[in-house]
């Protein structure tokens, strides 16, 4: 089992994809407890969402922790599935009012972030962490 989520290809670019969608979901995750009003529990609350000081927390540790491992390119895999369920959450929650009230094309003008970073989650699940990963490196040696 560990084998078939470590696996993954010599590909040289996948690494850009990690470390973007790695530092964005890093740093929304930090900014989720340094403002817990604007960004974190605050947000939470002022868009309806149930329990909202938890949910901030819960939130940002998945985006601190998951950044973090696609940062280096442990488990890649596994750390994209979380943050693939926090951006539809995200759009579910936020952008559905946008598209009601504003219409399509201001949706995907206010979605660009969170659908890149669903996008570029979605590429990490199916491709792994690829070259200069940790993951690739636990390849090498349990071969």
């Not at 964005?24 to 868009?47: C, M, N, T």
Request: with cysteine; proline share 3%.
């Amino acid at each position: 089992m560990l084998k078939r989520i470590i696996n993954t290809d010599d590909s040289k670019t996948t690494i850009i994809i990690r470390l973007i969608v790695g530092v964005v979901f890093l740093s929304e995750g930090i900014q989720k407890w340094l403002f817990p009003e604007l960004r974190g529990a605050g947000r939470f609350e002022k868009i309806g969402l149930p329990s909202p000081e938890f949910l901030g927390n819960f939130v940002g540790f998945f985006e601190i922790l998951c950044g973090l491992l696609l940062l280096i390119g442990l488990f890649s895999r596994l750390a994209s599935i979380p943050l693939i369920i926090i951006m539809v959450v995200a759009f579910a929650t936020t952008k559905s009012e946008v598209y009601s009230e504003k219409g399509f094309w201001e949706l995907l003008h206010g979605s660009r972030t969170d659908l890149a970073m669903f996008l570029g989650s979605i590429f990490l699940l199916i491709k792994g962490s690829s070259n200069w990963s940790v993951d690739k490196r636990l390849m090498k040696n349990g071969k």
